[in-house]
């Protein structure tokens, strides 16, 4: 597609139950960011991919958070057992990157519209 | 590790300037620059690479001094559709990080 798509735009889930947010990255790009964006601040890097190689998880905050992109296009970012504090906007970006690059110069990231989840 | 941005919040009349600044305790390779306005994602201004380097985007601008460790994004004349929160992105050197500034919003009035 033209840009990079989140879905859904909306999910409100009970406590304890499982979620998987998807993130449709522009066709031919590398590299995919997964960031978390709590109300009011900027966004929190999660989770980092190069094609299908998952380079970077240090920022997911518990074992509950699991990313995968086995084809090196389409993520998932998956939830399991969601709290409260785990209401957030969720953000995908994919950018062109490169052998060993983030963000380089002429790779932009290009963010999805995200995905707002909400625990109760 | 997360960027400091000065100031917090800033309101100005649609003409005036302003000057936001990005501060890291870290050595950087780049910095990037964000707007993102309410409900939306952030979208991409321009990216700085060199130590000293300064880029221009329509009447926005930005610096890098890689020595300090600091960007600072001027918005020059500024227009209603300025209105937003800005959002450094830096890059360090030492390993595969990548942060957001702590976030500067920004509203323009008539």
């Known amino acids: 597609g033209a840009g990079v798509s989140q879905s859904p735009r909306y999910k409100v889930a009970k406590r304890g139950q499982d979620v998987a947010l998807r993130c449709d990255p522009i066709s031919g790009h590398v590299s995919l960011f997964w960031y978390q964006q709590a109300l009011g601040q900027g966004p929190e890097f999660l989770t980092y991919?190069?094609?299908?190689?998952?380079?970077?998880k240090s920022g997911l905050p518990s074992d509950r958070f699991f990313a995968e992109r086995p084809e090196g296009s389409v993520s998932t970012l998956k939830i399991q057992r969601t709290q409260q504090e785990d209401s957030a906007v969720y953000l995908c970006a994919s950018s062109l990157g490169g052998q060993g690059s983030r963000f380089r110069s002429g790779t932009e990231a290009f963010f999805g519209q995200g995905t707002r989840l909400t625990v109760v | 590790q997360q960027p400091v941005q000065s100031p917090q919040a800033v309101i100005l009349r649609e003409g005036e300037d302003a000057v936001i600044n990005c501060s890291s305790s870290k050595a950087l390779y780049s910095v990037h620059w964000y707007r993102q306005k309410h409900g939306e994602a952030p979208v991409f201004l321009m990216i700085?690479?060199?130590?000293?380097e300064q880029k221009g985007h329509e009447k926005i601008s930005a610096s890098f001094n890689e020595k300090k460790q600091q960007s600072s994004l001027y918005l020059t004349a500024s227009q209603l559709s300025y209105s937003g929160t800005y959002f450094c992105?830096?890059?360090?050197?030492?390993?595969?990080?990548?942060?957001f500034g702590t976030g500067t919003s920004l509203t323009v009035i008539p």
């Open positions: 700085l690479l060199k130590g000293g």
């Open positions: 991919f190069q094609n299908e190689a998952q380079l970077d």
């Open positions: 992105g830096t890059e360090v050197y030492t390993g595969n990080q990548f942060y």
